[in-house]
């Protein structure tokens, strides 16, 4: 009986640390992840345009994924009166972007690798992704993936909800290692996929979408203005 007794206070001891930690490496947790915000319809979904607005820079943008490799977007940012229009896309066999006011076109080879509209995508297919230790951000403890930047000085961090899986913050880190996340909030489901309709990038700077389409036709997008 005393045997037993030791058995279930031992038990009982290493159930926080089994509990805390149900994931083995970034591609389970990220599994996980995208299986909560729509990884069946995923699968066969072409195309997803989102719609958004951020007042601070009086900034309104288009965005188009063409699954899996190809992204397009179509920036109007007014200053001073004046409006701007910046067209950029990016392609496995080239990239462009297009000032309208200068009528300047810049190109640029293309980008092999595959583009999301959400992060936990991307993540999933990076090697680099990494599940690192639990983090706490504003007094709550957060899943930690973390992905190498392009020069591999930095990594950028992506912080995971415990109870929803759902990302909830981003830090850049493009500079130094100081935490400094922008934040993911009003998740809303459309269509079976669950989106963060609000971006808090900084105190004063807030990106809000305004709409989420699928399936939408990419016809032209894709080709650099001559």
Request: charged content about 25%; hydrophobic content about 35%; cysteine-free.
């Amino acid at each position: 009986m005393k045997k037993m007794l030791h058995i279930v206070v031992f038990l009982l001891a290493i159930a926080p640390l089994t509990l805390a930690q149900p994931y083995k490496d970034a591609k389970s947790l990220l599994t996980a992840v995208t299986k909560k915000t729509g990884w069946d319809k995923w699968q066969n979904l072409k195309s997803v345009q989102v719609s958004s607005r951020v007042d601070y820079l009086d900034k309104t943008r288009t965005e188009v994924w063409q699954l899996p490799n190809q992204y397009y977007s179509k920036s109007n940012v007014t200053t001073n009166g004046r409006s701007v229009v910046v067209t950029e896309a990016q392609t496995p066999q080239k990239s462009w972007r297009y000032e309208a006011d200068t009528k300047r076109t810049l190109t640029s080879t293309g980008i092999k690798s595959k583009v999301f509209p959400v992060h936990e995508l991307t993540l999933l297919h990076d090697p680099t992704a990494k599940l690192e230790k639990d983090e706490t951000l504003r007094g709550k403890v957060y899943y930690v993936v973390s992905q190498s930047t392009r020069d591999k000085k930095f990594r950028h961090k992506f912080y995971f909800e415990k109870s929803s899986l759902l990302l909830v913050a981003v830090d850049w880190n493009y500079f130094d290692n100081s935490p400094d996340p922008q934040w993911y909030e009003d998740y809303r489901v459309v269509n079976g996929f669950w989106f963060p309709f609000k971006e808090v990038i900084t105190t004063r700077m807030t990106k809000t979408v305004n709409e989420v389409l699928f399936n939408v036709n990419t016809t032209g997008l894709f080709t650099a203005p001559k």
